[in-house]
């Protein structure tokens, strides 16, 4: 846990006292992302380095895990926050092996145990131990380099990561990957992080939570859902952008929108069976048919259902995409437009069918300010 | 290839051309000549060295922690004024430099030493000084940023991320102290401008190569000897000429 109690700081410039950071007060819990975020020059990194002393604060008081760290000394202090900056930072001279051992030969370390603990971290940022440990910084790409720092800062396992633009100088594409990789080590490693950013979309990617500066001023802090639901002032709403609504939809899943009941056919089911459970359904295009295993197998239309007679399985169209519960909306949106398709079924990891998700119930749930755990009664309406 | 073949003709061309030169100079005694010098040379030799080795090695002594002082972050404000004094104290000539410590220290060896001190300082905290400052902050704040102490950041980060430069700067100094011993024996510390200045005096050519050959197979040797030093000992990470 990082507390911050109304800390501060003055610069003094030849043109007068700045003040980076007007009394900032907040807290993120244990295990916590929370994305520092705001355009620049608002305080953000400054904020940031006052928690590892790099700026050291004008008046307040930093709290990590309960502990008043103004007590503590510098170099002690730092050696418990893994630190990662933007420019990477790593040590030319050193191996990589030597970089990622950097903090534990700094503790002290024995050097059996940091020779292993450098393999470890190896594995966990998914490079290839004996093809890098011995080899130097300038011989690996951007993306690896900011591996490696990364596992430096995680390698002697601080309870508390400092990271200022981490992913900021690497290629879209890379970044997009070592994002989800570090967000899928996060899982298990339940860091508490503060993150500076002034990526809105990497904000809402990586963030629990995330707090806006403006002018060395903490303007927000919420959880990224509640920030895009519900703007404090004209500033933040600008800040966020005109298309805030869309960017809701990468953080919602399909488990939390979704309808769990769905009116299915069987293939031996009669085209007139068909006819009734859509009109029973209220549906208004077509109806999901489903094998013996439970998975959506195609769909009988109504205009089918209505002027023609047999069994579903001779005359059923395919479903043209399915959602899995834990795929977000915006691919869920991307695939009602690309489908021409106002609803789609939802089937879990073995494909079996779960329910469904409506264009309807996406729109609501976006509008809705407050989000109360409700799976509206009115979505069955509109279905399928 | 008719590169290949072409600089093989080369090649032999020149080794028969060298072979004859040394026929001819064997015949017409110049060989016998020069080595008229030899004991004297050998004897030079060691003293020119000597020379070479205490000033220099006093001139890093002294430099190379003068660098880093001047380096330091609280040092910021008179660092570049004085680097700027160093930079003038540069352009005195040696041969100024090594007179006016004459007239302070007398004749011989002592006023020679300090002198070639004084030329070979220079560069290296120079060097020492710009190697330093030219370590990027991005990775001070790293260093800091893990918890380096201040001493350790100097020793695990900067200096090995200066070392290139700062050997460079050894390299320089010490080519110039090598070309610049000669000059030590007008103020009576030997070496080999001895058989150069004495050479010259007495009209005797061979006498002034026999001085002037040594000393410029020296200077080449010193700064190969500490190109491979270099080589060895400044981080494989950080070293141009092993990436």
Not at chain 1, 4 to 30: C, Q
Not at chain 1, 281 to 291: D, S
Not at chain 2, 47 to 72: C, D, E, F, N, Y
Not at chain 2, 115 to 128: E, H, K
Request: aromatic share 6%; glycine share 8%.
């Amino acid at each position: 846990m990082i507390r911050l109690d109304n800390l501060t700081k003055v610069f003094d410039t030849p043109k007068g006292a700045v003040v980076a950071a007007d009394h900032i007060s907040m807290e993120v819990p244990r295990g916590e992302i929370c994305v520092l975020l705001g355009p620049s020059g608002c305080g953000k990194t400054t904020t940031l380095k006052m928690i590892n002393r790099i700026v050291r604060p004008t008046s307040g008081k930093v709290f990590i895990n309960d502990e008043d760290t103004s007590g503590l000394n510098t170099q002690e202090l730092r050696r418990n926050i893994g630190y990662v900056i933007q420019q990477i930072g790593l040590f030319p001279n050193m191996t990589i092996e030597e970089n990622i051992t950097a903090v534990p030969r700094l503790l002290g370390w024995d050097a059996k145990r940091y020779k292993e603990r450098a393999r470890e971290m190896m594995a966990m940022i998914a490079m290839e131990p004996d093809a890098f440990l011995k080899r130097y910084p300038s011989e690996l790409s951007g993306g690896q380099q900011q591996r490696i720092g990364v596992a430096r800062a995680l390698a002697a396992d601080p309870p508390v990561m400092l990271m200022d633009e981490p992913f900021g100088a690497i290629d879209p594409i890379n970044r997009a990957v070592i994002q989800d990789e570090f967000l899928k080590m996060q899982q298990d490693l339940k860091k508490t992080i503060m993150f500076v950013s002034h990526d809105i979309d990497e904000a809402i990617k990586m963030g629990d939570r995330v707090a806006i500066f403006r002018e060395g001023k903490l303007v927000q802090y919420s959880t990224p859902d509640d920030l895009l639901a519900a703007p404090k002032n004209a500033f933040v709403e600008s800040f966020l952008g005109e298309d805030r609504a869309l960017k809701r939809l990468n953080l919602v899943k399909v488990r939390e929108v979704m309808s769990h009941e769905i009116g299915t056919v069987t293939p031996d089911d009669s085209l007139e069976t068909a006819l009734q459970r859509i009109d029973d359904y209220g549906y208004q295009n077509a109806i999901v048919m489903i094998n013996d295993r439970q998975r959506p197998t195609g769909m009988i239309t109504r205009a089918i259902a209505r002027t023609t007679k047999g069994y579903c399985r001779d005359h059923f169209q395919g479903i043209p995409a399915a959602v899995h519960l834990d795929d977000d909306l915006r691919k869920v949106a991307s695939l009602m437009f690309s489908n021409d398709m106002t609803w789609l079924p939802c089937v879990d990891d073995d494909e079996r069918i779960m329910g469904q998700i409506t264009q309807r119930a996406i729109t609501h749930h976006l509008g809705s300010r407050h989000r109360v755990a409700e799976h509206s009664v009115a979505d069955q309406n509109t279905g399928v | 290839m008719p590169i290949q073949s072409m600089q093989g003709a080369l090649r032999a061309l020149i080794l028969v051309v060298v072979f004859f030169i040394g026929v001819w100079s064997q015949s017409s005694g110049l060989v016998d000549d020069f080595m008229f010098y030899l004991p004297d040379v050998q004897y030079l030799v060691v003293q020119h060295l000597w020379l070479t080795a205490v000033s220099g090695s006093l001139a890093i002594g002294v430099a190379v922690p003068l660098g880093i002082i001047l380096s330091r972050r609280s040092m910021a404000k008179v660092a570049e004024s004085l680097m700027q004094v160093l930079n003038v104290g540069t352009t005195i000539p040696t041969l100024a430099v090594l007179a006016l410590s004459m007239s302070f220290l007398g004749i011989g060896t002592v006023p020679a030493i300090f002198g070639l001190f004084v030329a070979t300082l220079l560069p290296i905290a120079r060097n020492t000084y710009a190697g330093l400052k030219g370590v990027s902050p991005a990775l001070m704040e790293a260093a800091a940023g893990i918890g380096m102490s201040p001493t350790q950041r100097l020793f695990r980060v900067e200096l090995p991320n200066a070392l290139y430069v700062i050997f460079a700067g050894i390299r320089t100094a010490l080519a110039i102290n090598v070309g610049t011993v000669p000059l030590a024996f007008l103020i009576g510390a030997g070496g080999l401008g001895e058989l150069i200045f004495t050479g010259i005096d007495l009209y005797d050519p061979i006498m002034m190569l026999s001085g002037a050959i040594p000393t410029a197979l020296l200077a080449i040797t010193v700064d190969a000897l500490i190109a491979t030093i270099a080589f060895i000992v400044v981080p494989r990470g950080v070293n141009p000429s092993r990436a």
